[in-house]
């Protein structure tokens, strides 16, 4: 069961659900993100790198939506937000890490 696609699916989902979501951890796939920028001399390819999940522990990813969330908002939290509801692939901020 991929738990974020689960989440953002399910709206009422009992609080023992989310619970035991929560102690089955985070889902932390290989996602394919990319990303180039343009530089002043060349342009630069960035990929994802699963080593991000070792730096933000808050973080999870979705391989079905192939973008990544917070997943303490996602299974206890009610406020709307990126993190939560779209997901994100670039470098945005979580307000909990700003």
């Not at 009422?12 to 394919?32: F, S």
């Not at 342009?43 to 808050?58: E, M």
């Amino acid at each position: 069961m991929n738990s974020v696609d689960f989440l953002l699916t399910n709206k009422d989902i009992t609080y023992e659900i989310r619970t035991e979501i929560k102690r089955l951890g985070r889902p932390i796939p290989d996602l394919i993100i990319s990303k180039t920028d343009v530089g002043k001399s060349r342009n630069y390819s960035r990929n994802f790198n699963t080593s991000v999940y070792d730096r933000f522990k808050w973080l999870c990813g979705c391989p079905k939506r192939n973008k990544l969330f917070c997943f303490i908002c996602l299974v206890m939290g009610r406020n709307p937000s990126a993190w939560t509801q779209e997901g994100c692939v670039g470098k945005g901020r979580h307000k909990a890490t700003a």
